[in-house]
């Protein structure tokens, strides 16, 4: 008989450990609109599919047949042309590996780690799963008792990050073959997905709901990628995804994959490519995603690289307390402009450092493992930390407070009571 510990799930119709899944939120019909990521369960580099993060902005399309569907490019080429996914299938391919972060994951640790300098007991945010929270918010600011209060709790920022094969052709093979004219700066991607953007989202993002927010009314999800973002060898158009066709949720028949860029960026159900001479004022790029010091900042910047980023994944505060004895202090590390180098932990709150292991691999923008082994006899409270650094030279945190609360890549703190 197996061992009751190691018998999570059934697989193939034996038992075996527990499989990696998403905690989902759905629809009225049952369908996954949102869904957070056990990341720290991973064993290896790829995020299985069924443990992938969703964030949809708008309402999630209705599929559409692969036979039914191609999609077209417009604008600033001279070849304006449509394709279908068969069409690319027949050019030369490129898969690449990379993390998707959500510009929103983790965000609550801003205001966690401010208050905790200043002496304050603001609740960790924690990486746990609630099954079933993490939607129930939407559309609430519409109502007429809408109280922010009332919201603030539904929504946990954490486990919107996951790791991915991407399978697809490069950007720059596809625009080649429409021939872009040279006064084309950005390259406009349309889903075809619709909806109102929910304020309740700028809200939640910002914190609070003392201030008057954009309404574009309906709208498709759109991007205007720079030409030079474009161009780039890793920028591709996938219809495949960790060694499968992609699924509807995740942007089938076709999304857009920006490596180093923050999740917004990847483009999903992807309906129209528009070349054009000037940046395009999308909503999800010039009013939401956007940093500035508050939301009458008349310099808005679209967000686009993410920081550098390391989360200890093992053991993690929910392990606490702890018996004396050798442990390893494991984690996750990644950054937005390439391959995170080194990796230095601590385990008496950032006084003292020592270099990690760290995992090598070939994908730049592919989390790397790292590990320290941490032996520890003596009881008391210990407060376990990591920092990255990246092939750019950039050392976490790198990002600044912006009042959408986007891009934390500040040093989250583990803490572990060592109890005889
Ligand atoms: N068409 C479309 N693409 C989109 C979105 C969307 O709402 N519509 N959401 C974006 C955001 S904010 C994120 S974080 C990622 C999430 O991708 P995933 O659901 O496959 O993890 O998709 C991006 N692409
Ligand atoms: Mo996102």
Not at 39 to 61: K, N, S
Request: some cysteine.
């Amino acid at each position: 008989m197996p061992r009751q510990e190691i018998e999570g799930d059934w697989y193939m119709g034996w038992p075996d450990r527990k499989r990696h899944t998403a905690s989902t939120s759905e629809d009225k019909d049952g369908r996954v609109i949102h869904a957070r990521c056990p990341f720290w369960e991973h064993e290896g580099l790829i995020t299985p599919t069924d443990a992938t993060y969703v964030i949809a902005q708008l309402q999630v399309p209705e599929p559409i047949h692969p036979d039914d569907y191609d999609f077209e490019i417009i604008g600033k080429v001279k070849n304006p042309s449509r394709f279908t996914v068969n069409d690319l299938r027949r050019m030369p391919g490129h898969t690449v590996r990379a993390i998707a972060e959500c510009a929103g994951n983790d965000t609550d640790y801003w205001d966690y780690l401010a208050a905790r300098k200043k002496g304050g007991n603001l609740q960790k945010p924690s990486y746990e799963l609630q099954p079933g929270k993490g939607n129930e918010w939407r559309g609430m600011a519409d109502q007429a008792d809408f109280d922010y209060s009332s919201i603030a709790e539904l929504n946990p920022s954490t486990g919107f990050v996951s790791a991915g094969e991407w399978t697809g052709v490069r950007l720059r093979d596809v625009l080649e073959r429409v021939e872009i004219r040279e006064d084309a700066v950005a390259v406009r991607f349309e889903g075809f997905d619709e909806g109102r953007p929910d304020p309740t989202v700028q809200y939640l993002s910002v914190g609070r709901s003392d201030f008057e927010v954009y309404d574009p009314g309906i709208i498709n999800y759109d991007k205007g990628l720079p030409i030079e973002k474009a161009m780039e060898p890793d920028t591709i158009l996938a219809w495949a995804h960790n060694g499968e066709w992609l699924t509807h949720i995740h942007g089938a028949p076709l999304r857009l994959i920006v490596p180093g860029w923050a999740g917004n960026w990847w483009v999903k159900w992807i309906n129209t490519i528009e070349l054009m001479d000037h940046m395009p004022d999308c909503y999800h790029q010039t009013h939401y995603f956007v940093s500035g010091r508050s939301p009458d900042d008349p310099d808005k910047k679209p967000m686009t690289a993410i920081g550098v980023k390391t989360l200890i994944t093992d053991p993690r505060d929910t392990d606490s307390p702890l018996s004396p004895g050798q442990y390893v202090i494991r984690g996750l590390a990644w950054s937005g402009y390439g391959a995170v180098k080194t990796v230095e932990v601590s385990t008496d709150g950032g006084q003292n450092w020592q270099p990690a292991h760290v995992e090598e691999h070939g994908d730049r923008f592919l989390w790397r493992r790292f590990s320290l082994p941490w032996d520890v006899s003596e009881p008391g409270d210990y407060t376990l930390m990591s920092r990255g650094t990246d092939e750019a030279g950039r050392q976490q945190p790198t990002v600044e407070w912006n009042f959408q609360r986007k891009h934390f890549d500040g040093i989250i703190p583990v803490d572990i009571s060592i109890e005889q």
